[in-house]
């Protein structure tokens, strides 16, 4: 969510800010801006829309400097208009920002006290206006940006730059990531600041990252970096990989499609490094399952659904009680956390705002925790007694896709790893599923191969308004996460149900406009989904049938479209219908000619709840 750009340079930084900001772009955002010091004066460039706006604009209007910040936003306070993009400007100040100042109301008040109103409909302006008022009173840049941070109340991600300073830039961080980077030339050195590593991976592979609370001073000599109490602290330097940062199509029409196909091969990478022939190895420090009597997951959206579906592996292969719930929701009902839980964490990003905070309600109450991250060096990683990467690599269409398959697999992995300590399943029927896995790289190949039957039925799909998705046991996740992907990028109105659910209401939706999309391997509920599929033909639904060979052979002919899959054992059929779930979403937004790698209203990393 929004993207922050930094850069204390030695040539003109405009050109590098709005490469920058292109590096963001799938985070999501519906307006951009920068603002430069040049000769002491500070000015800014803002536009609506895409970054080609912006681009446009400062081909007319160019903007010198030398330093400058720049930011991507998606709106939270106030539409999306010039007025309300970012930077924001008062007086000698510009600040941009990611998350949301909660408190910013009471200070809106107290600043028209001394006869100062805003100019805009953000919370984010407010952050400017207090800081330029502390300096009218006396302060300094530095002094006027760490009295206002102490009085911010909420989640964010700051940048400040002052007219007449052009080195130097002031950085916070408090519940959004922010990292500094550092450049190569000790003898011109140059300095950067970003909310993600991708925006820096072109200028710098030195990164520091900020912790919870974090401020930072910055000049082209390097960074002063103080806790939230203003203490002086060292961070470490860390090196990012720059093949981990990239962020080219590689000849694909959209980042979905090309992360759609690195699915084989990001899995092949995953279990190479989660397994150690037929060991499953996790980091250090490990997890003793045989004294853990309950196991509590929490994520949001796709990652959500990865966690339900792990919980039917943990019960059935480990006998782990799990509960799963929404992190949106978990720590504001309270729930008890009793002696032998384990707290599971998912996030691709590893800084969704509303994970990590149930993350810390559970901190000192469960027994420990685990993470399953897909960024190594993100605060729910680092704040984890065990973070698990997942090695999908650097996702950036906002649908999630790679990302979920290698959630998947981990969550599978663990599990697997849990019934083994537990003596649930005996090494020989460990190994006979991680044989499965090994070969399902070269299954999702083969079904990659039938592209074009998703590609027919995805086409009809379109034209509803409504579409329904079963499933029954394993894949009833796997419909809810279809519902998602089609909603997310198509815009159509979808839903999912357990397939046993379907007289308890949702059959009286069913008629001849709605198609009805049932995820049904030739596995052990399979007589029953296809029962409930007969209900729905029966009421003219149009049915799309996904499956397998047995399951086309036995009831393909009655589907109204088939889409057949390669034959995959029942424990891991998740992670291979995860690409129909995929497929019929992606294709099914092309036929409308929505924008699937940036779908409107969405952001790919949630960082303010």
């Known amino acids: 969510m929004c993207g922050i750009i930094g850069i204390l340079g030695n040539h003109e930084v405009a050109p590098a800010l709005v490469e920058a900001l292109r590096r963001l772009e799938y985070r999501g955002y519906d307006s951009a801006g920068i603002a430069t010091v040049h000769k002491s004066r500070l000015a800014r460039r803002r536009a609506v829309g895409k970054l080609s706006a912006l681009s446009d604009l400062l081909v007319h209007d160019p903007l010198p400097g030398k330093v400058g910040i720049g930011h991507t936003r998606w709106a939270t306070h106030g539409a999306p208009t010039e007025n309300n993009a970012h930077p924001h400007r008062a007086g000698n100040v510009a600040v941009v920002h990611n998350g949301i100042i909660e408190n910013f109301k009471d200070l809106r008040a107290e600043l028209a006290q001394h006869g100062i109103a805003p100019q805009t409909d953000t919370d984010t302006e407010t952050v400017a206006l207090m800081t330029q008022h502390l300096m009218a009173r006396g302060a300094s840049p530095v002094e006027a940006a760490m009295q206002t941070l102490g009085r911010l109340e909420g989640a964010f991600a700051l940048v400040f730059l002052f007219d007449g300073e052009e080195d130097l830039l002031v950085a916070a961080r408090k519940g959004s ?175 969704t705002a509303d994970t990590l905070a149930a993350l810390r309600y559970c901190q000192g109450k469960a027994d420990s925790i685990l993470s399953v991250i897909n ?58 599923v991680l044989a499965d896995l ?93 029962s409930n599929m007969h209900e729905v033909m029966a009421r003219g639904g ?30 891991i059929a998740p992670l291979l219908y995860a690409l129909p779930a995929q497929l019929l979403a992606y294709h099914a937004a092309i036929a409308k000619g929505t924008d699937v790698d940036q779908p409107r209203n969405l952001a790919k990393s949630v960082t303010v709840e």
């Not at 082209?220 to 990989?241: W, Y």
């Not at 019960?315 to 599971?344: C, N, Q």
């Open 375 to 432: 960024v190594e060096t993100s605060s729910i990683a680092r704040e984890s007694t065990l973070a698990l990467p997942i090695h999908a690599g650097t996702e950036i269409g906002v649908a999630s896709t790679k990302a979920f398959t290698c959630q998947l697999n981990m969550l599978l992995l663990l599990a697997l790893e849990a019934a083994r300590q537990r003596g649930t399943m005996g090494s020989a029927a460990v190994a006979e």
């Open 177 to 351: 990531p922010m990292a500094i980077g550092h450049g190569h030339d000790e003898t011109a050195r140059e300095m950067y600041v970003g909310s993600d590593a991708i925006a820096l991976s072109q200028l710098t592979d030195r990164v520091t990252y900020l912790e919870e609370g974090d401020r930072a001073v910055i000049t082209r000599a390097g960074a002063e970096i103080f806790d939230e109490n203003g203490t002086p602290v060292s961070r470490p330097e860390t090196r990012i990989r720059m093949d981990a940062a990239r962020v080219d199509k590689d000849g694909y029409k959209h980042f979905m499609a090309k992360e759609i196909a690195e699915q084989p091969s990001v899995l092949a990478n995953a279990l190479d490094a989660a397994l150690d022939g037929d060991r499953i190895a996790l980091p250090a420090p490990g997890v003793d399952f045989t004294k853990v009597d309950r196991l509590v997951m929490v994520a949001c959206g796709t990652a959500f659904y990865a966690c339900l579906t792990a919980k039917y592996w943990f019960e059935r292969l480990a006998r782990i009680p799990v509960e799963v719930d929404i992190a949106s929701e978990f720590r504001y009902r309270e729930p008890p956390i009793t002696p032998g839980t384990v707290a599971l964490f998912v996030s691709q990003s590893g800084e």
């Open 542 to 571: 149009r049915v799309v049938l996904v499956t397998d060979a047995a399951g086309e052979a036995e009831a393909g002919a009655d589907a109204w479209q088939v889409i057949r899959l390669p034959d995959v054992s029942e424990i």
């Open 438 to 530: 090994r070969a399902l790289p070269g299954v999702f190949n083969v079904a990659l191969g039938s592209d074009s039957r998703m590609q027919d039925a995805a086409h009809k799909i379109a034209e509803a308004s409504d579409v329904l998705f079963l499933g029954r046991g394993l894949m009833y996740p796997l419909a809810l996460e279809g519902a998602l992907k089609l909603k997310e990028i198509s815009y159509i109105h979808a839903e999912a149900y357990a397939s046993g659910e379907l007289k308890h209401g949702p059959i009286a939706l069913i008629d001849k406009t709605v198609p009805v999309i049932v995820f049904a391997p030739r596995d052990r509920l399979f007589d029953k989904t296809i």
